[in-house]
């Protein structure tokens, strides 16, 4: 999928603007491994606001991709701890992820919820807890097995004055125009 700021016809509305459906995953999956990809990864970033466990699509995706495609595949998009209010039941990041390495996932890729892991380290002075969705997963299915996926937020400035609001958690990056 790609995302459009805009509506235009043939578009699905959403909250961030049109989504225009460029095929189907496992069709794409399959020319992208065919054509010497050697990893494939489905990240679903918008849709899993709720019932994480029983993504259905994306559990299908997994099990028809994996019947085919012989390359490790990573999924990615709510793999943390949530509650499923309508049941009264809570799942851990680690239950969460056993059901997609049950559908046929090699690997999990983690983003918001290896935010907050860096954050809770950080303010722990570097003591793991063993409770983050990274650690717990890893353990059940070793390290290679987690991805973390980094969206980073960029500031452009043309000199370092110009960003006042930093912490010292921020890391200024400049830039050698020459090149």
């Given at each position: ?14 909250a961030r603007g049109g989504v225009r ?106 003591t793991k807890t063993g409770t983050t969705?990274?650690?717990?997963i890893s353990q059940v299915y070793g ?37």
């Amino acid at each position: 999928d790609v995302r459009e700021n805009e509506r235009r016809e043939g578009l699905s509305s959403g909250a961030r603007g049109g989504v225009r459906n460029l095929g189907k995953p496992v069709s794409l999956a399959k020319r992208y491994y065919d054509e010497g990809a050697d990893e494939i990864a489905f990240l679903n970033i918008t849709s899993f606001r709720q019932g994480v466990i029983d993504d259905l699509p994306m559990l299908q995706v997994l099990e028809e991709s994996s019947k085919s495609i012989f390359v490790p595949l990573t999924v990615g998009g709510g793999i943390r701890s949530y509650e499923d209010k309508e049941r009264g039941v809570t799942y851990s990041a680690l239950e969460v992820a056993s059901r997609y390495f049950r559908a046929g996932a090699d690997k999990v890729s983690i983003g918001s919820d290896a935010v907050y892991a860096a954050e809770n380290y950080l303010k722990s002075g570097g003591t793991k807890t063993g409770t983050t969705s990274i650690e717990t997963i890893s353990q059940v299915y070793g390290v290679q097995a987690v991805v973390i996926s980094i969206d980073p937020k960029r500031v452009y400035a043309k000199t370092k004055d110009e960003i006042s609001n930093l912490n010292k958690n921020h890391v200024i990056v400049e830039l050698d125009e020459t090149t």
